[in-house]
């Protein structure tokens, strides 16, 4: 099976940077990815890393290391509407797509 | 497109009764997930449809859920009887890429 660790809560200052870590354990692992969910949504696609380094989308950067099982999801210039919670979600063979238990981010003026 | 639809946005029900969650995922995707999320157990995924066949059903709790796809743009999950436990928000989400799924906005089921 697969597990994913990430911390249950984050807290940071609006316009900080805040980075969001992601420790997995599976079996043909093919890639990473972020999603963000706010309260009472539903989960938004931000990022996925297949290879080993750092992907940068605006405001947002996700890095994988395959040899580390690791990875994170980097937030700059954090803004209030931020605030919502943050999953890593492997993607293993025929099982892809299994979330962890995700990070609640409080941006906090 | 729309992206992916699910009905009903809400549902109660009583205790043994069915209850059928619907989807359509967005158009041309290969590959469609049911998640449910509770906040004991998060975003739990129950089973994965590539090209409308069932992959992976191992996270079905039991027997008395049962999910099928009898065509590229629909679902459902079905759960007979009912149980106060499983009550949740169920998502159905497709993708077509590897790693990028398209969420629905969720079924809140209240079992009581």
């Known amino acids: 099976g697969q597990s994913l660790e990430q911390p249950s809560e984050v807290t940071a200052v609006e316009g900080a940077i805040v980075q969001i870590n992601c420790t997995y354990q599976t079996s043909g692992f093919y890639g990473l990815s972020w999603y963000q969910q706010h309260d009472g949504g539903a989960p938004t696609f931000l990022s996925y890393n297949a290879l080993d380094g750092l992907e940068e989308t605006g405001r947002f950067s996700s890095f994988l290391s395959r040899s580390d099982s690791y990875g994170y999801l980097l937030l700059q210039e954090l803004q209030m509407k931020d605030s919502a919670s943050y999953f890593c979600a492997v993607n293993s063979g025929n099982t892809p797509l299994v979330f962890g238990k995700g990070t609640r981010l409080s941006v906090i003026a | 497109d729309a992206g992916v639809i699910q009905s009903p946005r809400h549902e109660v029900t009583e205790m043994g009764q069915e209850v059928t969650l619907r989807c359509k995922p967005i158009?041309?995707?290969?590959?469609l997930f049911w998640y449910r999320q509770t906040m004991m157990r998060g975003l739990e995924l129950l089973i994965y449809?590539?090209?409308?066949?069932?992959?992976?059903d191992s996270g079905m709790p039991e027997d008395r859920f049962s999910a099928k796809m009898p065509n590229a743009s629909f679902s459902t999950l079905k759960i007979q009887p009912s149980e106060p436990r499983d009550s949740a928000v169920y998502f159905c989400?497709?993708?077509?890429?590897?790693?990028?799924?398209?969420f629905g906005q969720g079924t809140r089921l209240t079992v009581v």
């Open positions: 989400a497709s993708s077509l890429r590897e790693g990028e799924a398209f």
């Open positions: 158009s041309g995707h290969n590959s």
């Open positions: 449809f590539n090209n409308n066949v069932p992959i992976d």
